[in-house]
């Protein structure tokens, strides 16, 4: 895609030369076509960035870039969007799976619904992961507190999602599967938070090293999703 920006602050050809060079050395941008005469910078680049980050590789406060023919709120919503799609696509298909069984009941049953929808959700995840093992624990090595020290965890833990999967498919020892998922999906959750806060550029291996996915609050949302629906599924069995 290309960009064409306003660039304000360039008075001679070094500026320019220097808005050009520092545009560059940003990821993702293939080319940049800057005009001092007419305070402009076309970019090309292979996804959108944000223009924070345009505006942080200019550094000097003197030169000032805003967009002239797009709304960067439009392309931020459509990079994203793009960037997250796989995992959308994989939401969406278990949420819909799981309401049209649903149909078949008599009157809706959430506890059915969670228990099917966490089948999914750890049968098809663990199905990434198993696409390509040693590059997910090499990912999930990254982040995750156990994996960091013990990089073999990645692989035991691929294989615990798939157990996971069938165990509630087939709603094998449903307090035993709840409360092995709260806290293994607990523990998870603490390495993609620190991650988050640290606000760590680095690839989620959520679905594995099949798609290349940055870790966000995405990730830290779906390890919470599973850490509150098995919550609540022992919750009401205690009760």
């Known amino acids: 895609m290309t960009h064409t920006y306003q660039i304000t602050g360039m008075t001679c050809e070094n500026c320019e030369a220097k808005v050009k060079s520092s545009l560059l050395l940003l990821p993702d941008i293939t080319s940049v076509e800057v005009s001092r005469e007419n305070n402009t910078a076309t970019i090309t680049m292979d996804k959108h960035i944000a223009l924070f980050d345009l505006q942080k590789a200019l550094g000097n406060e003197k030169y000032q870039i805003m967009p002239i023919h797009h709304s960067e709120t439009a392309e931020q919503a459509k990079n994203w969007f793009t960037t997250y799609k796989p995992i959308l696509i994989i939401f969406s298909y278990i949420t819909l799976i799981t309401l049209l069984i649903q149909l078949s009941n008599p009157v809706f049953d959430f506890m059915q619904w969670m228990q099917h929808f966490m089948a999914g959700f750890f049968l098809s995840f663990s199905f990434f992961k198993m696409l390509d093992l040693p590059a997910f624990a090499d990912s999930y090595a990254t982040y995750d ?37 709260f806290l293994i999906m607990g ?13 760590r550029k680095i690839q989620c291996a959520c679905l594995g090293a099949v798609f290349n996915l940055p870790m966000s609050t995405i990730t830290l949302t779906e390890d919470l999703l599973m850490v509150l629906m098995a919550g609540i599924s022992l919750l009401i069995m205690y009760l």
């Open 187 to 199: 523990i998870s959750t603490i390495g993609v938070l620190q991650s988050v806060l640290n606000k």
């Open 145 to 181: 507190i156990i994996a960091k020290r013990f990089r073999g965890w990645g692989f035991i833990y691929a294989f615990i999602e798939l157990g996971l999967g069938f165990a509630y498919a087939i709603n094998l020892h449903p307090f035993a599967t709840n409360a092995i998922t």
